[in-house]
């Protein structure tokens, strides 16, 4: 017999795997244990920290980029005083604590600005090696971290000099809510800065002293535990964080004090993309963002109801497995010994007929067959009965099998464990939601105020004396620095385009530069316009066009769910999901999600969020307008995200996921087997039911061939043989009738 066909390996796998999923059953549907914190918190604190580090990545790569943008225009322009210099970027940029321009040779301090430096901590010897110009860190006398970004300034017949500036790892709008602290953590486990705790001369209470020392203690701990766990490379890493974070991130839980338990989540810094490197992630810095959550009381599912489920299975799958048993594999067995017997010649014994099905049909037709070679001179004898009666098939009985396991599975994945109304959402996953997309926000708007910058300063170069050729050259190299831009142009007071990089302009009028730094043009797809215009009276500008796609890319953050920019009309401008331009939220929560957001809390609106059903399911949502300032602030926009609870780690959404994961599995199990069991025997069967009437009824000529090597196939061999039989008696009974003709 074949190894994986005939009767009883499909019967054999189904027992086992309704018996294994009886114990996954019990195991799993009665032991869905929530801890005091939900692995939900935890993971939103991953995802916290994982923002934190993509900000700080950004803003760190940015000031490089920035500062080496700004070194290369002006040395490629005529030679410029080191105080200008310094006067020019400060205007542009307000990004960096301290600038100062050194004179390589000779170490001479030509010009600062801002705090002092440490240029001491500079080796001039080593700047044109590899790495010279790279960043780092320093610590001043006051214990604060600073972060030094080098750049050359060449001009011609002039010392070559370096353009220093300082900035502090601080977090560019990273917004923390109430008893957050996040901090930047150093290779060795070493705090370098943190926000969120308050200084202990600060605070006015012995007991709020005390909970500064301790939760300054805990950010410590955890501080070395994160730095030890990131180890490994972000750029090589197997296992990156979840949700396609391309370093090393997780989650920690620390000490409880007074009902409430400290969690923490830590990413490293990585690139933009795996494998990719910049200049941040060589810094070796890690992210380490943590709060104090209220504990929930420890809840587990009922032991006693996973027993009773799984004791259903078996019942049912021994029904099943029975019924299976009886009804196809005895009788086909009992065909195949019988059809044996015959070809043998043991034609004594009548055939033993099963009962029901196909197998009934055959046994008769063996039946027949038998008299027919036991009496060779009898004629073919017609169906006794002149109409065959019908019987129960075995499709019936597969069907039956069918339903009896359905009958299990549909009430588990559509009535038992379902989560309704009283599921509990933490509060703190409400919070995060709510600072996470205000934080979402704020990048944004940075980035809007970035790109607009980066015009200023290319303009700041520009003026009456600048040829269009010169002009291309600097907008085509901005345009290779900041992939930001769709089109770079220069435009005159009469709207004429003097020069101009990268795609077509998509947004330039005949009416000339806009009076507004950056404005949103309504075409075919939105168009975010940044001017910024050239000095003096010429009324010429540099005008920016920023891909869409640059903005969409922004709002893919793990957690968050969907993602939408929306105007002051609520129309969608950029999403992290496909959408179509300038379409509404299309619901009325949303859209009164973002009107309060929108209202005055003292001096400004702040971001709100929601917890809320809709279709029977609980959404956490949250909106955040734009508030902070820079050019992109009156463009009014908006940043809503929202997401469905049924995704998250809560205990009544796991315990009903693994309700439908176990009626899934046995629906699987049951098609599976039962749908193995059609193909290689059932089907088979039947045709055979058919050909062993038809030879039983005179139908001497039509060939039977088995399908497989198992037992319908062996019956189909013995027929074959009794066939052959039969039409070796017809010759041989035609031959002593003729003999006696032909001696006359």
């Known amino acids: 017999m074949s190894l994986l066909g005939g009767i009883r390996p499909p019967i054999t ?6 018996l294994a999923l009886a114990g996954f059953t019990a ?18 604190q991953q995802h916290f920290a994982e923002d934190g580090a993509v900000a700080l990545r950004a803003s760190l790569d940015e000031s490089v980029t920035d500062l080496d943008r700004a070194a290369a225009l002006f040395s490629a322009g005529k030679p410029v005083p080191p105080d200008a210099v310094l006067d020019k970027i400060g205007s542009v940029y307000q990004k960096w604590r301290g600038t100062a321009v050194v004179e390589i040779s000779s170490g001479r301090l030509l010009a600062a600005r801002g705090e002092n430096l440490p240029l001491t901590a500079i080796d001039r010897t080593r700047l044109t090696g590899e790495g010279g110009l790279a960043p780092r860190m320093v610590k001043l006398a006051n214990g604060e971290t600073r972060l030094l970004t080098l750049s050359l300034l060449s001009f011609k017949d002039q010392p070559q000099q370096l353009l220093v500036a300082s900035s502090s790892l601080r977090f560019p709008g990273i917004s923390l809510g109430n008893f957050r602290a996040i901090a930047v953590v150093g290779s060795d486990g070493t705090v370098l800065s943190n926000d969120g705790i308050p200084e202990p001369e600060m605070v006015l209470t012995d007991l709020q002293r005390a909970d500064v020392k301790r939760d300054t203690k805990q950010l410590r701990s955890f501080a070395k535990t994160a730095a030890k766990r990131t180890k490994a490379n972000p750029l090589t890493t197997k296992e990156p964080g979840s949700g396609g974070f391309p370093g090393v991130s997780g989650s920690l839980t620390g000490g409880e004090w007074g009902g409430e338990r400290a969690a923490a989540g830590y990413a490293r810094l990585a690139g933009p993309e795996p494998g990719v490197g910049t200049s941040a992630t060589s810094l070796e810095l890690t992210v380490v963002a943590m709060v104090n959550v209220a504990q929930n009381p420890a809840r587990t599912s009922d032991a006693f109801a996973g027993l009773v489920l799984a004791g259903a299975l078996l019942l049912v799958g021994a029904l099943v497995v029975a019924l299976l048993v009886a009804t196809v594999q005895r009788p086909l067995i009992t065909l195949f010994l019988e059809s044996r017997r015959l070809t043998r010649g043991d034609l004594a014994r009548p055939v033993s007929v099963p009962r029901g099905s196909e197998a009934a ?3 008769t037709a063996l039946e027949r067959l038998r008299g027919q070679l036991a009496d060779q001179d009898a004629p073919q004898p017609p169906d006794p009965s002149g109409r065959r009666k019908r019987r129960t098939g075995a499709r019936t009985l597969l069907a039956l099998c069918g339903v009896l396991l359905l009958a299990w599975c549909v009430p588990l994945g559509l009535l038992v464990n379902r989560a309704g109304a009283d599921v509990v959402v933490p509060q703190q996953l409400v919070n995060d939601q709510r600072e996470r997309t205000d934080t979402l926000n704020d990048r944004i ?10 015009l200023q300063s290319v303009a700041s170069l520009m003026g009456d004396d600048t040829t269009p050729q010169h002009m291309t050259t600097v907008l085509e190299r901005t345009a290779r620095e900041h992939l930001r831009y769709d089109s770079l142009y220069v435009l005159d007071a009469g709207g004429k385009v003097l020069a101009q990089a990268g795609g077509t302009p998509q947004a330039a009028g005949a009416k000339g530069p806009r009076k507004e730094p950056i ?27 920023l891909r869409i796609d640059f903005l969409n890319s922004l709002l893919k953050r793990p957690g968050l769910g969907e993602i939408r920019v929306v105007d002051s009309q609520h129309r969608v401008i950029a999403s992290n999901n496909g959408y179509r331009a300038f379409e509404k939220l299309g619901d009325e929560r949303l859209d009164a999600l973002v009107e309060g957001s929108a209202l005055k809390v003292g001096m400004a609106p702040r971001p709100g969020s929601v917890l809320y059903r809709s279709g029977g399911d609980h959404v956490i949502a949250a909106a955040a307008p734009f508030v902070g300032g820079g050019a992109a602030k009156p463009l009014d926009w908006t940043v809503v995200s929202w997401q469905s609870a049924k995704g998250l780690a809560i205990h009544e959404y796991s315990l009903q996921n693994r309700t439908v994961l176990a009626g899934l599995l046995g629906f699987a199990v049951g098609a599976a087997c039962l749908g193995w069991l059609q193909i290689i ?12 009437e038809a030879l039983a009824d005179g139908d001497r000529r039509t060939v039977l061939y088995p399908r497989h090597h198992d037992e319908v196939g062996a019956v189909t061999r013995s027929l074959e043989i009794i066939r052959q039989q039969l039409q070796q008696q017809r010759k041989q009974a035609g031959g002593r009738v003729s003999a006696p003709a032909g001696r006359n």
Request: aromatic share 0%.
């Open 13 to 18: 796998v189904l027992s086992v795997l309704l």
């Open 27 to 44: 195991v799993t549907l009665g032991n869905v244990r929530e801890g005091r914190l939900p692995a939900a918190v935890l993971t939103s």
């Open 361 to 363: 049909r055959i046994g």
């Open 445 to 454: 708007r940075r980035a809007l105020n970035e790109g607009q910058a980066d």
């Open 519 to 545: 404005t949103l043009h309504e075409g075919k797809k939105p168009v975010v316009v940044a001017t910024a215009h050239l000095p003096g009276d010429t009324g010429s500008a540099v005008v920016g066009e």
């Open 681 to 692: 025997v059932i089907a088979p069967l039947r045709e055979l039911a058919r050909r062993a």
